[in-house]
């Protein structure tokens, strides 16, 4: 992956937010579990309108664009998300000289 695909994939906030869970959870989560992260950090709570449409927007938008580019894998019957090649974008999440992942955004 070049580094103008890198960026793209990054240059949304959610995407960001989705693979450092995954990064911080083995490399798994459910659709489920990352929705509802989502929404509550848009709200600061997740409730269930904003659940939903952190959902659409997860299984619409993110992981197929996620997936496309090799980075994910997840089973939409199962809504299970398993993470598989990160090592060309894990530069960018994470600060190399504290091995701890960067504030993405407040």
Known sequence: MDT???FAILADTDRQH???????ND????VGI???QLAARRQNHADELERERA???LVH??????ADHG???????????????VSDLEPY???PTRKRTIPLDS
């Not at 938008?61 to 996620?66: E, Q």
């Not at 980075?71 to 090649?85: F, H, M, N, T």
């Open 4 to 6: 103008h695909e890198a």
């Open 18 to 24: 989705i693979l450092t869970e995954l990064l911080e």
């Open 27 to 30: 490399g798994r989560s459910t």
């Open 34 to 36: 990352l929705a509802d």
């Open 55 to 57: 959902e659409l927007r």
């Open 61 to 66: 938008n993110h992981l197929p664009r996620l």
């Open 71 to 85: 980075v994910l894998a997840y089973d939409r019957a199962s809504g299970e998300v398993v993470l598989k090649e």
């Open 93 to 95: 999440l994470t600060d």
